[in-house]
């Protein structure tokens, strides 16, 4: 007996090097369990066993709660249910019966999380998997860069080498910025003006985004600074940006944001330094045909 647990145990380490997640892995501890049980006398096969029986006879994909089965006992994944309401193997009416026997045992299952080739090793239980998912730090970022609609993902080395190339943002290095916006027309406040630039200080990356906007029916324009990682790290820094001219000056000191938030939801929710139009061409000098602003900037750890 003890032998077979081993065999069993062995073939459980080795399913859990794949990375495919849909492979429930058994509890490692939990030896009393009816599942347990049943895989262990069926010995080295008894994983496939439980996958196979976890297969939905329609579609190619494991069956996760609900589970539904039709009057004869046919069972199938919630989404074949969603599409059909008659059993596609004996073409009776499914009705809604679930069945509880099988999600017992999708229940007593641990599985590796979807980001386990991007380096999360955790397992979970079916129900705490999906909730982990939502937050697991490995989940890839999604690009920063605001403007168009870019549906690339990945994570942070990666994002930063997609802004230079692919979007041909500028990179800076140091915790200390002076940055020069130049913009003709600044009368022409369109929600698609907008710029952004990456610094490189204590070997993290911060995005600074500037752009015009209307905030209600005033034009105005907004700075702030955004974190490459996760949310926890973020609220390890403070900034602050200041924009001067004339004896005058306007000084903003925040916490940058996670790019996990996206940039629309940090600028709605106004949390940087917003400079009126008319402010804007005040510290531009000139006759107001062109903005010119200095943005000096700072980061430090808090
Ligand atoms: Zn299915
Ligand atoms: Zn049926
Ligand atoms: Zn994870
Ligand atoms: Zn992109």
């Given at each position: 007996m003890a032998r077979v647990g081993?065999?069993?145990?062995?073939?459980?380490?080795s399913h859990s090097k794949f990375a495919n997640y849909e492979i429930p892995v058994m509890k490692a501890e939990n030896s009393s369990t009816p599942v347990k049980n049943s895989i262990t006398?069926?010995?080295?096969?008894?994983?496939?066993?439980?996958h196979e029986l976890l297969q939905c006879s329609t579609c190619p994909d494991s069956m996760y709660p609900p589970?539904?089965?039709?009057?004869?006992?046919?069972t199938l994944c919630a989404n074949c249910k969603r599409s059909s309401n008659?059993?596609?193997?004996?073409?009776?009416?499914?009705?809604?019966?679930r069945c509880l026997a099988l999600e017992k045992v999708v229940e007593s299952l641990e599985f590796p999380c979807r980001y386990q080739s991007?380096?999360?090793?955790?397992?979970?239980?079916?129900?705490?998997?999906?909730?982990h998912e939502k937050y697991c730090s490995f989940r890839p970022y999604n690009c920063p860069y605001a403007s168009s609609e870019c549906s690339v993902t990945g994570d942070i080395p990666f994002l930063v080498a997609h802004l230079k190339e692919d979007h041909s943002v500028d990179m800076h290095d140091g915790c200390t910025f002076n940055h020069r916006y130049v913009k003709s027309n600044p009368?022409?406040?369109?929600?698609?003006?907008?710029?952004?630039?990456?610094?490189?200080?204590?070997?993290?990356?911060?995005?600074?985004h500037f752009e015009a906007f209307l905030l209600g029916t005033a034009p105005v324009y907004m700075a702030f600074l955004r974190f490459m990682g996760e949310?926890?790290?973020?609220?390890?820094?403070?900034?602050?940006?200041?924009?001067?001219?004339?004896?005058?000056?306007?000084?903003?000191?925040?916490?940058?944001?996670?790019?996990r938030e996206s940039h629309r939801k940090v600028r709605d929710s106004q949390d940087g330094l917003i400079v009126p139009r008319s402010l804007a061409l005040y510290f531009s000098g000139g006759?107001?045909?062109?903005?010119k602003l200095r943005i000096t900037g700072r980061i430090w750890k808090v």
């Open positions: 081993a065999a069993c145990k062995e073939a459980i380490e006398q069926c010995g080295k096969d008894g994983i496939n066993g439980v589970i539904h089965q039709c009057p004869n006992g046919h008659c059993c596609p193997t004996c073409r009776s009416d499914i009705g809604n019966i991007l380096g999360c090793h955790d397992l979970f239980p079916y129900y705490g998997k999906l909730k009368h022409e406040v369109e929600n698609a003006t907008w710029m952004l630039t990456v610094f490189n200080c204590f070997k993290r990356q911060f995005c600074l949310d926890r790290e973020a609220k390890k820094f403070n900034y602050t940006l200041e924009i001067s001219g004339f004896g005058r000056k306007l000084i903003w000191q925040g916490i940058p944001r996670s790019i006759d107001g045909n062109e903005l």
